[in-house]
């Protein structure tokens, strides 16, 4: 799997929108972009993921860019339970593995 | 509903100590992994499981490591003749799809911290 970018911690205010950046300037055509998340003392948690398009859940908004090398994952309203370790990843469709390739992410802290 | 859990929560074990850790996945899917999160990292895969079949075990960094599923839900993690460097957290998730799917999500338990004195 093609290798993303993400700083390593990134501040917020609570109520605030916030845009979490992935770089992953090696896609491939078959790698889709998954976010997961990881709060304190617990497992991952599967956020929302895409291939071209903009996609949009109860969770966040997943904007990608026209050329597919960068993603942003967007938090509409920040509040204290959003601190977390933000992890972007790109699964191959074409891959057999199921496996998930986790980085380092980026801390996410919010400010009350 | 009820999500994939893990027991114990916690484990301290002396070195050389043998330790078997548990994965109940979500009722239903087929596919099972376990992966290790050292202090302050990423998680890092260690094995798949398709039903009962351990289909990649790559990941499991030496042959004191062994992981089962064979029933095809339940799946058990055992680390034998433990050392320093096996503390970490071991994480299980389960997912619906098979290899077929790879979009599909993971749903991860809160994990077995396991220190090794």
């Known amino acids: 799997d093609a290798k993303t970018t993400q700083p390593n911690s990134m501040e917020s205010n609570e109520e605030e929108p916030v845009h979490l950046p992935c770089n992953h300037s090696?896609?491939?055509?078959?790698?889709?972009i998954h976010w997961y998340r990881q709060l304190p003392s617990q497992g991952p948690e599967y956020v929302i993921h895409?291939?071209?398009s903009n996609v949009n859940n109860r969770m966040a908004s997943l904007a990608i860019a026209e050329d597919r090398k960068s993603s942003t994952l967007i938090l509409h309203r920040a509040t204290l339970r959003d601190a977390a370790v933000y992890y972007c990843?790109?699964?191959?469709?074409?891959?057999?593995?199921?496996?998930?390739?986790f980085g380092k992410g980026t801390r996410l802290h919010i400010l009350p | 509903g009820a999500g994939v859990s893990q027991s114990p929560r916690y484990k301290v074990a002396k070195r050389g100590q043998d330790v078997a850790l548990r994965c109940d996945p979500i009722?239903?899917?087929?596919?099972l992994f376990w992966y290790q999160q050292a202090l302050g990292q990423g998680p890092e895969f260690l094995t798949y499981?398709?039903?009962?079949?351990?289909?990649?075990k790559s990941g499991l960094p030496s042959d004191r490591f062994f992981a089962e599923r064979p029933e095809g839900s339940v799946s058990t993690l055992k680390i034998q003749r433990t050392q320093q460097e096996d503390s970490a957290v071991y994480l299980c998730?389960?997912?619906?799809?098979?290899?077929?799917?790879?979009?599909?999500?993971?749903?991860f338990g809160p994990g077995t911290r396991l220190t090794v004195l």
């Open positions: 998730a389960s997912s619906l799809e098979t290899s077929g799917g790879r979009t599909g999500a993971q749903y």
């Open positions: 990843i790109l699964r191959d469709r074409m891959n057999r593995d199921d496996k998930i390739i």
């Open positions: 895409g291939l071209t």
């Open positions: 090696t896609i491939s055509g078959t790698d889709y």
């Open positions: 499981f398709q039903n009962e079949a351990q289909l990649d």
């Open positions: 009722s239903g899917h087929v596919s």
